[in-house]
Nanobody
Framework: QVQLVESGGGLVQAGGSLRLSCAASGRTFGSYAMGWFRQAPGKEREFVAVINWSGGATRYADSVTGRFTISRDNTKNTVYLQMNSLKPEDTALYYC?????????????????WGQGTQVTVSS
């Protein structure tokens, strides 16, 4: 069992930065691939970024490549999403997710555990 708690969301102007954190409980955190998803009002939940268990592999959605960076610290059971050059279209509820496979952490239907979400709002 893994419990995930996100933090770090907020209101920021376009061009600004935010860093999201996701703290995980459970001694098996280091064995899971971790992902970030987002969901805007009226839209489906979409993949943002994923990192493998060791931090040695990452993948990003085209819309955030070059602006967002995912990282993890297994000693702190925490995964991060550094978001730079934020745009109004990045406004969404951001969710942390854990999956047993790297590929599974890119698909909402294949995720094993979800956090409750943290709101990110980017004003123009």
């Amino acid at each position: 069992q893994v419990q995930l708690v996100e933090s770090g969301g907020g209101l920021v102007q376009a061009g600004g930065s935010l860093r999201l954190s996701c703290a995980a409980s459970g001694r098996t955190f280091g064995s899971y691939a971790m992902g970030w998803f987002r969901q805007a009002p009226g839209k489906e939940r979409e993949f943002v970024a994923v990192i493998n268990w060791s931090g040695g592999a990452t993948r990003y959605a085209d819309s955030v490549t070059g602006r967002f960076t995912i990282s993890r610290d297994n000693t702190k059971n925490t995964v991060y999403l550094q978001m730079n050059s934020l745009k109004p279209e990045d406004t969404a509820l951001y969710y942390c997710a854990a999956a047993q496979l790297f590929s599974s952490a890119t698909r909402p239907t294949a995720v094993n555990y979800w956090g409750q979400g943290t709101q990110v709002t980017v004003s123009s």
